[in-house]
């Protein structure tokens, strides 16, 4: 049968600077604007992501243990370029743990430093089943000997002031367990009286005994051992030994609000390689406590947002 005329024309017709003309675009079905968003998502957190573990992390402060350096509802700018740059560490906002590489950083966190960490769990736990980053302010760092006496910190001997913008509330007392909480356990601190406690480094041999075996039980499985009692003898990774050679290099984290701060005291040592970063400045400061969003804007610090952290 013979082609139409307008149906000849267009397949003859050429636009004025020779090329064919445009085909009509079809109109898009839901299920592509749906994978077209998915990409952009995806895409994001990945960035998110990757910038997160590499240079700039935004935390937000929990708790009031390191008041008034920093404030419940602070949110900060972490450096986590400056100890060693990572590999993505959780899925955000689902908060998913990944394991993770930490590539080599600029220095290691010195005393002083406030530094941002994976908190490594509760004195008896091996390890925490929330992942979860912890804020407070280096005291001591592997080697070091660190006590605290009468409230006031020393380190290899030095008495250590308190940060500038740190606190003491001597509104608050001793809990009568008190001893039996801190760490390590069943050395009897408190955290008014604490130590003298060397912070391990990689390398260093600790002597065993069935008189201290609870002090480093837990300890040796954070590095990834087992341990036991076997009658007298204590069996690491079932072999009797009276030593154990420690793997990792540690400081020990303290609050500036001092008589108000759960920390290292309470349950450990912080592992270098859980140090992710320290906080650069506060960019926002509400109350997060606050019920609702309207409320949580009339509780702005505007304030303390630009304030740099030291």
Excluded at 156 to 172: C, F, I, M, R
Excluded at 236 to 242: F, L, P, S, V
């Amino acid at each position: 049968m013979a082609k139409s005329l307008d149906e000849l024309r267009a397949r003859t017709v050429k636009t004025t600077d020779g090329k064919k003309p445009l085909q009509k675009k079809k109109p898009e079905t839901f299920g592509d604007i749906a994978l077209s968003w998915g990409k952009t998502i995806l895409g994001a957190i990945v960035m998110v992501m990757i910038i997160n573990g590499l240079l700039i992390a935004s935390f937000v402060v929990p708790t009031g243990s390191m008041e008034r350096t920093v404030m419940t509802g602070d949110f900060l700018f972490v450096n986590k370029f400056i100890y060693g740059p990572s590999t993505p560490q959780l899925i955000p906002f689902l908060n998913i743990p990944l394991p993770f590489f930490r590539f080599p950083g600029i220095r290691d966190p010195r005393k002083g430093d406030v530094i941002v960490f994976i908190f490594p769990g509760n004195r008896d736990e091996v390890k925490d089943p929330n992942f979860q980053y912890y804020l407070k302010r280096c005291v001591a760092v592997s080697g070091d000997v660190l006590e605290v006496r009468n409230n006031e910190v020393f380190v290899n001997g030095k008495a250590q002031p308190l940060a500038p913008d740190g606190v003491y509330d001597p509104t608050v007392g001793s809990r009568y367990d008190e001893a039996s909480q801190t760490f390590p356990r069943g050395k009897g601190y408190t955290r008014d009286n604490y130590g003298p406690l060397k912070i391990p480094a990689k390398g260093d041999v600790v002597q065993l005994t069935q008189q201290n075996y609870q002090e480093w039980d837990t300890f040796i499985r954070r590095e990834g051992h087992t341990v036991a009692m076997n009658g007298n003898a204590i069996l690491i990774d079932g072999k009797t030994t009276n030593t154990y050679t420690v793997e990792k290099n540690y400081c020990f984290g303290m609050g500036d609000n001092r008589d108000r701060s759960l920390d290292s005291r309470f349950w450990g040592f912080v592992p270098m390689e859980n140090v992710v970063g320290t906080p650069i400045m506060v960019y926002w400061s509400w109350d997060t406590d606050a019920p609702a969003l309207g409320d949580k804007f009339s509780t702005i610090r505007w304030g303390r947002i630009g304030t740099f952290i030291n």
